[in-house]
């Protein structure tokens, strides 16, 4: 079987579970591969070989990991030309998609983003314009470069016993042109991130500005929270948790849609997602068109007593 390059991410040096999902989409084209850039590949190899990573190769080199982006395509490309894969795939984050265009051009091959499903011959699924329309697509020149959305597979165990081999890279001077000078941790909230979440819970100017329900709810779920763009607009909730067009695009399991009227906007970033909840106390909010499951209602009162009947359940 031939090999398939999975970029895997780690976060605050654990794998996370977008590269797990990688590799459960990886083993139906061949053999994973993992690449990890930077420190932790010595304890991230236990997890990627439960999930069926044969290699693990580590990319320490300062010179790529110092750096923004453009060494991290370099490496690839030069991890490609040793392998030879029958697939490169790397998350669609904004600099996951950054390094897969620059790999892609390196290597003189066809480029899929936001893929949200992979089959064995690495065509793709991907969903377009807000959600209403599904594309198959399949790259037909070089090696398929493809970034997937998380939460497009739940991640399958298939215990491998990789070790951890150091990959040497050359990297060049022109891609070093933009330094990491220093890196703050994001104030944790203890929440899962947005992007990523299997449940989402968001508020929108139907919250009137108080997003402690919304956080209840979410806290009792162990959900993210979101947010349309009237709550971020208003300064209720900080801009980077928009979900939407212009914000995030999210695709969990459960997204849970408090106080927001459904504006296609807003679909265009959360209408994927497996199943839909919408809290809204007008019957003839467009939302309810999307939703699996609809209650009409207002969310001060609805969202509390969700949350205590979560906790209830959960004692
Ligand atoms: P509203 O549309 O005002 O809806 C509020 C809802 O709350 C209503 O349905 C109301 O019935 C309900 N409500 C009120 N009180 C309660 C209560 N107590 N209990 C229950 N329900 C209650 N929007 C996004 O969200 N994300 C984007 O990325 C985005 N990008 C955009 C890009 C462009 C170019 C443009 C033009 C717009 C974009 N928008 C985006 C804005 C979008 O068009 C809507 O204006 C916005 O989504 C509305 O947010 P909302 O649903 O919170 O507010």
Redesign the pocket.
């Known amino acids: 079987m031939s090999p398939v390059i999975v970029v895997a991410d780690l976060v605050d040096g654990t794998v996370g579970k977008p590269a797990l999902e990688l590799l459960t989409l990886a083993r139906r084209i061949g053999e994973p591969v993992a690449v990890v850039f930077g420190e932790g590949a010595d304890t991230a190899v236990g997890r990627l070989g439960e999930h069926g990573a044969t290699r693990v190769l580590a990319v320490t080199d300062p010179a790529v990991t110092d750096y923004l982006v453009a060494p991290k395509a370099e490496a690839l490309a030069q991890i490609a030309a040793a392998l030879d894969p029958a697939a490169v795939l790397i998350t669609s984050s904004a600099e996951g998609k950054e390094v897969a265009a620059r790999l892609a051009v390196k290597l003189g091959s066809g480029l899929i983003t936001d893929a949200v499903d992979v089959a064995a011959d690495a065509s793709t699924t991907q969903t377009v314009f807000a959600g209403s329309f599904s594309v198959h697509a399949s790259v037909t020149h070089g090696v398929p470069v493809i970034t997937v959305k998380p939460n497009a597979v739940t991640p399958e165990p298939a215990p491998a016993s990789p070790t951890v081999e150091t990959f040497a890279v050359t990297v060049s001077e022109s891609a070093r042109g933009a330094r990491i000078v220093s890196v703050e941790p994001k104030r944790a909230s203890g929440r899962p991130e947005l992007a990523e979440a299997a449940v989402v819970v968001?508020?929108?100017?139907?919250?009137?500005g108080n997003f402690e329900e919304v956080e209840q709810l979410a806290d009792s779920l162990g959900a993210a929270v979101g947010?349309?763009?009237?709550?971020?607009?208003s300064g209720w909730y900080p801009h980077s948790y928009?979900?939407?067009?212009?914000?995030?695009t999210v695709s969990p399991q459960l997204y849970i849609?408090?106080?927001?009227?459904?504006?296609?906007?807003?679909r265009?970033?959360m209408q994927t997602s497996k199943a839909i909840v919408a809290?809204?106390?007008?019957v003839?909010?467009?939302?309810f068109a999307l939703a699996d499951l609809g209650v009409v209602?207002?969310?001060?009162?609805?969202l509390p007593a969700v949350a205590a009947e979560v906790a209830r359940l959960r004692s």
């Open positions: 968001s508020g929108g100017r139907g919250t009137g947010a349309s763009r009237a709550a971020v607009d928009q979900v939407g067009q212009t914000g995030k849609a408090a106080g927001i009227s459904g504006a296609i906007q807003h265009a970033g809290v809204n106390k007008d003839e909010a467009p939302i209602g207002d969310l001060h009162t609805v």
